[in-house]
């Protein structure tokens, strides 16, 4: 509830989709581009944005194990 999808390429044209008062976790399969875009978002006002490290894949390994890798 109250997540927001928008894919890494959009965020530049999207970001004022998003409440920079309100915590932000950006993930990618890696890690590596969320990274990038998280950084992108603190340059631009957002003070409250986390990368998720490892992204997805480390997610599904790490923490649930159901979860379907790719």
Known sequence: PGAVAIPMNQVPN???ELDPEQPLAVLCHSGMRSYRVAAWLQ???FRRVV???????????????????Y
């Open 51 to 69: 990368n998720v490290a490892g992204g997805i894949d480390a997610w599904a390994t790490e923490v649930d194990s159901s979860m379907a890798r």
């Open 43 to 45: 340059e631009h006002g």
């Open 14 to 16: 999207r970001h004022r």
